[in-house]
């Protein structure tokens, strides 16, 4: 079996963005040579999170509505969380939005819906932080 490891880096210079990751992770495929398995793709930090879902401009402010109003980040002293930090919301919103996607390989691709694209999701940006790929296989 083959195994591949690969830590993608990101520093979004504002608070809140999503970020469409899936041609780095095809690159990752391309590298390890896998053509049946598996690839784990998750947020290594506790304030972003890792999806599948569609590329369009509009979904992605309808999502940044809908977590506002469930965790808005204003006012901060709404959290208990928020002592020294003010990034309670964050932690919420990387909740909701997940952790991680599992994606099949088949052929030597990522065996995705057509409309599925791997989106990386930062909530508490302006600073470096990583991703996970992990890709096993033959
Ligand atoms: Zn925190």
Redesign the pocket.
Known sequence: MKSFRRELWFEVPARRAFINITSQVEDCLAESGVREGLVLVNAMH??ASVFINDDESGLHHDYEVWLEKLAPHAPVSQYH?NVG?D??D??MKRQIMGREVVVAITGGGLDLGTWERIFYGEF?GRRRKRVLVKIIGE
Do not use: F, K, P
Request: glycine share 0%.
């Open positions: 506790i304030t969380h930090e990034n309670a964050a932690h508490d």
